[in-house]
């Protein structure tokens, strides 16, 4: 296997092309925006897992250059009931290398930067429409511009709607949509609720609500709330101004600082659909093998998407190197892999089961979560952020 070529040029398409170079495979990543950074509204957090495997291919240093840490959690019901605060998993970590919090646009960038400076090409406007593995095992990616392009694999990193799952299972199932949407925004015109290094989560009456605070004051939020699934386009029509009326509209009966972050914040919202996929029965085939989204997507309440997908670009990557063929590299992959994703999303839609509770449900949370949050401690999430390859 001498050449791959990665369908999308997001997080993981950018950190495959950098673990197959690590592995002697040149790659090729094909990117179907005109440009990168979409969903620039939106921040996250990388994990010591997802920061780790960075490690492995020396890619962590950007990462952390262009982030601040999260260090710890304090927990709020809607009545304004402090629930508990505890140490984010990994956060104490001696390395250097605990939870990191930055723009999904700022990790595309670094790491992109990071790829082009390794020599990694990526085309852009690549909308992949088609592939297929012809007679000497080789595949074919067809374009929408009418481009083709052959290589002696697929990676398929192209998503929650990843064209690469249907092609390789037509009847793959889809993505299930939550039922929420994720409304992130940003302001500087309200005092900061925590400390730069902890986030403040409230669990309102009827939306949950998070924000942190960056080293500059700039608060950070997010809120999931509840909605019907919208077409692309009708979901890029929401203003600004429409989704913080309609996240004030379900904060504002709470005793809490969230609807007032809401309202002291401007244009600088965007809003978007929450899924998951719990399984997906084939990851692979002969040429093709899905990763990230595309295989696995978990709801947003673990924030462990970015470092998910990084784990699974390193894995597959190490997993090709050591087989000389790419259907057994596949099969590798996936038997290091399926077990520890599904886990993650099926993690993921309990905490946002417990997020939305109703009323007797809600007050027994109330009543349980400070006694979990002082048993938990950093221990109680070890099996996710202490997860390590080795290379």
Not at 352 to 380: F, I, N
Request: proline share 5%; hydrophobic share 40%.
């Amino acid at each position: 296997m001498t050449k791959a070529l990665i369908i999308g040029g997001g997080i993981a398409g950018a950190v495959t092309a950098m673990a197959l170079r690590k592995a002697d495979i040149d790659a090729e990543v094909f990117e179907a925006y005109p440009s990168g950074a979409d969903d620039v509204g939106a921040f996250l957090v990388v994990f010591a897992n997802g920061l780790e495997a960075l490690r492995v291919i020396g890619a962590h240093g950007p990462v952390v250059a262009n982030s601040f840490p999260a260090e710890r959690v304090e927990f709020l019901s809607g009545t304004g009931k402090r629930l508990g605060e505890r140490a984010i998993a990994g956060s104490s970590d001696e390395t250097g290398m605990g939870p990191r919090t930055l723009t999904r646009a700022t990790l595309y960038r670094v790491l992109h930067d990071e790829a082009r400076r390794r020599g990694i090409a990526v085309r852009h406007g690549k909308r992949l429409v088609a592939a297929e593995t012809v007679s000497d095992r080789r595949v074919v990616a067809s374009f929408a511009d009418g481009s083709r392009a052959e290589g002696d694999l697929l990676i398929g990193a192209d998503g929650i709607h990843s064209v690469v799952r249907k092609t390789i299972d037509p009847a793959a199932p889809r993505p299930r949509y939550t039922g929420q949407h994720t409304v992130c925004g940003y302001t500087r015109d309200v005092k900061p609720a925590s400390a730069p290094d902890t986030y403040t989560m409230i669990y309102g009456r009827r939306a949950f609500f998070g924000c942190t605070a960056a080293p500059d004051g700039e608060v950070w939020w997010f809120s999931n709330v509840p909605g019907p699934e919208r077409s692309r386009q009708d979901l890029a029509a929401v203003t600004a101004d429409q989704w913080r009326q309609r996240v004030m509209a379900l904060l504002d009966g709470d005793r809490t600082p969230a609807a007032a972050v809401v309202r002291a914040t401007g244009d600088h919202i965007v809003g978007s659909h929450a899924y998951d996929l719990a399984t997906t029965p084939r990851w692979f085939s002969d040429t093709m093998v899905i990763i990230g989204d595309a295989a696995h997507a978990a709801a947003p309440n673990a924030a462990q998407g970015a470092s998910m997908a990084i784990e699974d670009s390193v894995v597959l990557a190490k997993c090709l190197r050591d087989q000389h063929e790419p259907r057994r590299a596949f099969a590798a992959y996936e038997e290091l892999r399926r077990a520890r994703v599904e886990r993650v999303v099926a993690h993921s839609a309990a905490m946002a089961r417990r997020s939305a509770p109703g009323l007797v449900r809600r007050l027994v949370r109330d009543v349980m979560l400070p006694r979990s949050v002082g048993r938990g401690g950093d221990g109680a999430d070890a099996w996710l952020t202490g997860y390590r390859i080795d290379w």
